[in-house]
């Protein structure tokens, strides 16, 4: 799909997508019927979020005669800028008087753009069937997969994750005959995190460690769409990889290793190296799932070789200490 910017303004594509109908180009009821959304910053752990740092995009769905129940027809598509990075502003007129579906999404940047636009970045934005051009908005997705190619967060040696936050938004709104409806919009984040807490090493083996692997298997992509519940459909479970190489044993300090993932079950093991051989620890039970929630830390503490390797909380992204709810907490065979 051809890749559009403007600095707070909407692009229509409408028509430009294969098999999208052209017979309601001529929408009349009124110049000045339309929205006017005030998109604020979205809900974050620390620091500034800043719009700019990110791609900024919405979908207008409606209702079409010609498409099957089912569907949900692409109207248009806008790319959007902040002139500040603290907010977004999205105006669009000369709409119909009737129900439309609204999804903003503020999504990180994979490549890096300080020399200049990298257009591989849009493509996260995907769909079923990329090579179809689907105009129904059903079938559009975010491919989560170049996130969870980038390497983890670690605690020691300091690395920090690269970006995984998703931010959305979805509203359900009438547009009205000679009215602009306006309204102050705030994004949530989708995504949650997981934390593999390995421990002050030295005091967990024995042996000198030489590697840690993790190999998990979690949901690579997600739906835009969210069933009107609020719901983040993720599916496409697909395995991933990620080896951290620990600073000297003698560093008194954890060894975390931090993942952004989508909302979803998790199944994994985590491989220890050491001088004298490798252990491996399944982090999942047939009694116990564990799970990744939106805007949650999953937090897995691992015990040392004992009968319960892991313990596992959950936690909010209130600022830099994890917070942990207590009736949240279990046991982790």
Known sequence: MKHIFGILALTVLCGIVAGCSESDKGMEDSSETGVLFHIARAEQNTGEYNFNAHMNRIYVGERKQEHDKSELHIHSIADLKSIDGTALSFRMTNLKAQ?????ILSVPKIYDESNGPDYRNFDIFSEEDPEAASCDLNRHLIDYTHILEKAPGTTSPLKEAADGDIFRAVLN??????????????????????DIDMGILADQFPKQVNSIT???????????????????????????????????????QHHIISLNLLPGKVKGSITVKTEDGEQI??????????????????????NGISPNFFDVKYAGYTGTEITVEDSWNGGWN
């Open 99 to 103: 129900w439309y579906k609204f999804i």
């Open 173 to 194: 709104r009438w547009a009205e005959n000679n009215l602009i409806v306006e309204e102050n919009i705030t994004l949530k984040r989708l995504n949650g995190r997981l």
């Open 214 to 252: 993790v190999k998990i298997t979690v949901p690579s992509k997600m739906y835009l769409t969210d069933n009107n519940t609020g719901m983040v459909k993720s599916f496409a479970p697909a395995t991933f990889t990620y080896t951290t190489y620990p600073n000297d044993m003698k560093e008194m």
């Open 281 to 302: 620890f399944n982090i999942t039970t047939m009694k116990d799932v564990l799970t990744i929630r939106p805007n949650t830390i999953t937090h897995l503490k691992f």
